[in-house]
């Protein structure tokens, strides 16, 4: 039996359960100083003046670098990742992102944004000296809130942007989805808030860099989810340097969730300030400046409508979505809530027609990027609210308003209104598996229960779908003098576990020991280039590229046996990790033909020139075909009405992400996901001041992380509908989990309220929310 | 002007000396002067619980004792608990329930659920979620870090 | 961190002498509130003076009526204390909830109530049991002890060395955390004693205070439901983003039915 689908654990846990794991702040650079960055107090200011001479001056100052200096220098700016051509406004004119220099020059956008590059012997003189650093700042009115940017008047955070609208988007037909309404026999609509988040790695963001002044090679260890994407952005945009006079290296990653995507205006200052000062630089952020300058998650307002017919199916959808992009737009927050969920708005349902009309919204805030979904967690947020609440109103069941809409795997590869092709799933097996699962008709009884202790219960359904694939990645494999096999992947896991799951394809599929294998990643230069991992796609990428690199392998190793076992390649077969001449009982283990075709020394000269790398291959899975997880999530809470603080009580998944390479680590992922969703659900809630955009949730003290007792143990199975479009079969499950979370969890709380009157909840259903939702509908 | 104090513990059973400025933390102490980069710094307002690690046997958060306070102590460090060759039973119990992801809170995590497993033997669920409330996880959802912490606390007692 | 000087005292009268000489010290006890303060830059001391090293100050004595702990003595020791679960159960109670177990092994009683952060714990069991604050100089009710937001009646350069309890009928604690901090949002301490009952609420406002008005309907029913129909004001509450004015008077009122109840039950 294959080490493939197995529970196999993880090769990578036995540095990071013995404090060995090497992350960028465990980096030791001999003689480095470090990195400071001075931030701005204000949401939005003009600066007049910043006089770093007593700074200077300070023990222990090596140096400070300010934006004019960068100017000067001709050093690049940040920008986003989103192309401008895959996104502009309805009427064809650019989107406005702002402009971002790496240390701002004459304003200050949003509160955290860093106006000098502190460099000193430690951290206390770095803070110290930035302390003696006078900037003289014109405070200038600031907007924090969508609600306060769009109203009319108010200031604007860059001029070109009318209304703070960087960009509208629309998918969909407006008209035809009028004429649809005008014929419904019920109509549910409902508003959203979808909340800002923080995202929280454990391991707050740090970059440690080093010039080498006799090479002009620039070398940096970067916290992030790719190398390549850092490297690409620094080389060209910003140092503007050739490529391979930087090399990025991503060690060990404390968690990464969207944030770690992005290159931050920290990573190139690291490797400036070496340049400038003559020694390695190493800037680590802390968790109350990660809250002001990490990139934030979510912040939109919904309005949606649904159509239905008379037996409560869906006739048509429109959404109306004003998103925060914050002061600037990078990475891929211009795209995150138009064109990343484009595919998902309708859900799993059979949507006749739909409009979706989306504005992204600047602010004087931190800029706003992916946090895990990015953008289809607030797509199923949204559908599943509304189908939820349709139900309520139609007097159907929640799982009845689902079945009835459906998309029925019998109609698969099903093409959506919008364009998504969806190979395969079996929506109903899920919810009926997940129905069984949560036991769906004991609930009752439990609310009795609940009851009896003064206690409301509430349950809760959702049924999510996701979008992945895509962003082809590069696969090597190569044979070392020491008989062992590199893989070389252009992902970059940071918890994943891919150091164990690729080990395991590489092991089944070419027959070599699982333990020779050692995972090549995070590397500019010694991994092949590749996006990075984010989005669900890493096995997809990386998993599909290992069979073909490998295939690649064994053609070659067919040639090399054929020459070692004197036969023609047609008589050599591979099985087992053995090549084997057809004609007799003789054969040879793959890495004995690898160390044959490495060295060539048994090679006849033709072959050795022709393999001039031995068996060394690459592969690049780049073919078309999205992949649709999807799953059915039931949440079971209890409110406390006296505090009203929510409980979550039990919590059950049945997933289909295709074929389960390791259901260990499938399970680990829907759990963290999960966790997330409730997080953001019941308690987490990133609060910007009205009127001044001044951070009030700016550390742990503030920010409410979820912890072991907010959580209870959640019930998850699979059901393995393979994927048609790639070879493993396989669907994509980083994201998952928080994709459904969050609606289930409304959906429970608003079935626990309804009976007291209530229609309205917004997340963050803290226990101050719901016990003021209750006294309002009360009459409080 | 400011000097230096000098302090003297024990480190995972190895005699430490040291010159000190009184304002390094415990934690500063551990990973730059000894180089136990195990021990990590998660946050800055002694939530995390990343940086624990055990005070004469109890666990203690690093990032909130300087390491002057720990003069005369012995501290044990993730690194002291045991080693890829001859791992903790609370380590073990962690790899084999997949109870960590991306690690880094891993080290705080099973330092503060040794200390737990000392006097629970045979603990509950609930019992382990109250007790982890000083550490923090982005990446787990806990589930699976409470099953490695109730394998663990039967390991160390079967031990 | 700003610069300071580090000094640990072996005795009560040299650490006094310390503070006297440098006026602009702080004294470290277990360092839970002071170190991350510090670590904020939020407070810039030139000296700590450690109290670590102060052996009589650590310590738990229960005789006939009272309980006296050490300023030094943690919450760990105050929560696992045999004879304060036995014969003070919701002191017990109110030491396991501060903080998580990191913080219990080294924060102290007196480092806590020195500090009177308006939402930590140990004030609403002073108060609430009555409890007297013993000085390396005199010995100060509870009642006269939190005057304020972060301050107490000590006057510069005077240390706790012990807090006395009287060992009520009955008591019981009730806490509301705070979902990030877990500190009080507000937290109730309800004691019957055999000269009447005492409420005091810590969390909900600027200092911890008393209810007179739920204290004389405990006292004449000893109940829950006494205390149903008494509202309590919201003007000088505290609010913030996570609990407003008057949820916190809301609460008031269940936290104190919860701790009769726990009373009750005790």
């Not at chain 1, 295709?658 to 308690?683: D, T």
């Not at chain 2, 390094?24 to 102490?29: A, I, S």
């Not at chain 2, 039973?89 to 991306?102: D, Y």
């Not at chain 3, 009952?197 to 008393?210: I, L, M, N």
Request: glycine fraction near 10%.
């Amino acid at each position: 039996m294959g080490l493939m689908s197995q529970p196999i654990r993880r090769t990578e846990d036995k540095r990071f359960i013995t404090g060995r794991g090497r992350y960028v702040d465990d980096v030791k650079m001999e003689g480095a100083a470090i990195g400071y960055a001075l931030r701005s107090p204000y949401a939005h200011a003009r600066i007049l003046s910043i006089d770093t001479e007593a700074a200077k001056t300070m023990p222990g100052v090596i140096g400070i670098i300010v934006g004019s200096e960068l100017e000067a220098a001709g050093i690049g700016h940040l920008g986003a990742a989103f192309p401008a051509s895959m996104l502009k406004n309805r009427d064809g004119t650019p989107r406005v992102d702002g402009d971002r220099a790496l240390l701002t020059v004459d304003y200050v956008r949003y509160v955290g944004e860093p106006v000098a590059f502190v460099v000193a012997e430690s951290q206390n003189a770095a803070k110290d000296a930035a302390e003696q650093i006078l900037v003289d700042y014109e405070e200038l009115p600031a907007v924090g809130l969508i609600d306060e940017a769009v109203a009319p008047g108010a200031p604007l955070v860059w001029p070109q942007a009318k209304g703070n609208i960087a960009v509208d988007w629309e998918q969909g037909d407006e008209a035809a989805t009028e004429t649809a309404f005008a014929k419904a026999a019920h109509i549910t609509r409902i508003d959203l808030v979808n909340n800002r988040v923080v995202v929280n790695s454990m391991e707050a963001r740090g970059a440690a860099g080093r010039f080498d002044k006799e090479t002009g090679h620039y070398e940096l260890f970067v916290t992030s989810q790719g190398a390549h994407p850092i490297a690409d952005t620094i080389a060209k945009r910003i140092l503007k340097i050739p490529q391979e006079r930087l090399r990025v290296i991503t060690p060990d990653v404390g968690g990464g969730f969207g944030l770690k995507m992005s290159t931050f205006a920290e990573y190139p200052l690291v490797l400036i300030a070496s340049e400038r000062f003559g020694m390695p630089v190493k800037w680590m952020s802390e968790r109350t400046e990660a809250f002001q300058s990490d990139s934030h998650g979510r912040d939109l307002k919904s309005h949606a409508e649904m159509a239905f017919d008379a037996e409560g199916r869906i006739l048509a959808y429109r959404v109306c979505t004003d998103f925060n992009l914050g002061a600037y737009g990078l990475g891929f927050g211009p795209g995150i809530q138009n064109i990343i969920p484009m595919f998902v708005v309708g859900g799993v349902y059979k949507v006749p027609v739909l409009h979706n009309y989306v504005r992204a919204v600047l602010t004087n805030t931190v800029p706003v990027e992916a946090y895990r979904g990015a953008g289809r967690p607030e797509a199923a947020y949204i559908i599943e609210r509304i189908m939820d609440l349709a139900a309520r109103e139609m007097g159907l069941g929640q799982d009845e308003i689902r079945l009835r809409n459906f998309i029925q795997s019998h109609e698969m590869p099903y093409r959506s209104y919008v364009g998504a092709l969806i190979d395969s799933g079996d929506f109903q097996r899920n919810l009926h598996d997940c129905l069984k699962q949560a036991d769906w008709a004991g609930f009752p009884a439990r609310r009795a229960e609940s009851e009896k202790r003064g206690k409301l219960r509430g349950r809760g359904m959702a049924y999510y779908i996701e979008k992945t694939a895509g962003g082809a990645s590069a696969v090597d494999i190569s044979f070392t003098e020491a008989g062992r096999v590199e893989v070389g992947v252009g992902t970059s896991a940071h918890g994943q576990g891919h150091e164990t799951t690729f080990a395991a394809i590489v092991a089944d599929k070419l027959g070599v020991p699982f333990e020779s294998i050692d995972l090549i990643q995070g590397d500019s230069i010694r991994a092949p280039h590749g996006g990075g991992t984010g989005g669900s796609r890493s096995l997809w990428n990386s998993g599909n590229g290992i069979l073909k690199a490998a295939d690649a392998v064994i053609d070659k190793g067919r040639e090399v046996a054929a020459a070692l076992l004197d036969t023609s390649i047609d008589q050599v077969t591979f099985d087992d990790g053995a090549f084997r001449a057809q004609s007799s009982n003789r054969f040879l283990p793959l890495l004995e033909v690898a160390e044959a075709a490495r060295s060539g020394t048994k090679l006849p000269a033709e072959l050795n020139e022709r393999l001039e790398k031995g068996l060394n291959s690459s592969g690049t899975h780049d073919e078309k075909g999205d992949t649709f997880p999807n799953g059915c999530h039931i949440c079971e809470i209890e409110i406390d009405p006296e505090t009203g603080k929510v409980a979550v009580i039990s919590y059950d998944v049945v997933d289909d992400f295709g074929f389960v390479l390791n259901p260990l680590i499938v399970a680990g992922q829907v759990h963290g996901g999960v966790a997330q969703g409730i997080g953001q659900a019941l308690m987490e809630n990133c609060l910007y001041e009205p009127g001044t955009a001044q951070l009030l949730s700016g550390s742990f003290m503030d920010y409410t992380m979820p912890r072991a007792d907010d959580l209870p143990s959640f019930g998850f199975t699979y059901n393995e509908i393979l994927c048609t479009t790639n070879p493993l079969g396989i669907k994509g499950c980083g994201e998952a989990g928080t994709v459904g979370a969050a609606p289930a969890v409304m959906n429970a709380v608003l079935d626990a309220l309804w009976d007291k009157g209530v229609r309205e909840v917004d997340m963050p259903m803290t226990a101050l929310r719901v016990w003021e939702t209750l006294q309002r509908a009360m009459g409080g | 002007m400011v000097g230096t104090v000098s302090v003297a513990f024990s480190v995972n059973g190895r005699d430490v000396k040291a010159k000190v400025e009184p304002r390094t933390l415990l934690v500063t102490f551990l990973r730059e002067n000894l180089g136990l980069t195990g021990t990590h710094v998660g946050c800055d307002t002694s939530q995390c619980g990343a940086c624990c690690v055990l005070l004469d046997g109890r666990s203690v958060k690093s990032c909130t004792i300087l390491a002057v306070q720990a003069d005369g102590a012995s501290v044990t460090t993730i690194e002291g608990l045991g080693t890829p060759e001859k791992l903790h039973p609370m380590q073990i119990a962690f790899n084999e329930n997949h109870g960590l992801q991306c690690g880094f809170c891993t080290p705080g995590m099973i330092m503060s659920a040794v200390d737990f497993a000392q006097g629970n033997a045979e603990p509950t669920p609930d019992q382990v979620r109250e007790w982890l409330e000083g550490n923090i996880c982005r990446c787990t959802g806990y589930h699976n870090i409470v099953a490695s912490v109730e394998a663990g606390a039967r390991a160390m007692a079967k031990a | 961190m700003y610069a300071f000087d580090y000094h640990k005292p072996h005795s009560l009268a040299e650490a006094a002498a310390l503070l006297e000489a440098h006026p602009e010290a702080r004294l470290l006890a277990g360092g839970m509130t002071l170190i991350p303060t510090l670590k904020q830059r939020l407070a810039s001391p030139t000296d700590l003076v450690d109290l670590g090293g102060l052996a009589d100050l650590v310590g738990i004595v229960v005789d006939a009526g009272e309980i006296t702990i050490g300023a030094m003595t943690t919450h760990a020791a105050v929560a696992h204390s045999k004879e304060i679960k036995a014969r003070l159960p919701a002191l017990a109670a109110l030491a396991e909830g501060i903080g998580d177990p990191q913080v219990r092994h080294r924060g102290t009683i007196g480092g806590s109530i020195s500090n009177a952060d308006p939402a930590a714990d140990y004030p609403a069991a002073l108060v609430g049991l009555g409890a007297t604050v013993i000085t390396d100089r005199r010995e100060i009710a509870a009642d006269d002890f939190f005057t304020g937001m972060f301050e107490t009646a000590l006057a510069p350069g005077e240390i706790v060395r012990q807090v006395r309890f009287p060992i009520p009928l009955a008591a019981g604690y009730a806490k509301f955390p705070n979902p990030a901090s877990r500190y009080a949002v507000v937290g109730a301490f309800v004691a019957r004693t055999a000269a009447g009952v005492r409420v005091a609420v810590t969390g909900a406002g600027p200092s911890v205070f008393r209810l007179p008005e739920m204290e004389a309907a405990l006292a004449s029913s000893f109940a829950p439901q006494a205390i149903a129909g008494i509202d309590v004001p919201e003007d000088d509450l505290n609010r913030d983003p996570h609990a407003t004015a008057a949820y916190r008077a809301h609460l008031v009122g269940v936290m104190t039915a919860r701790a009769v109840t726990t009373a009750l039950e005790s």
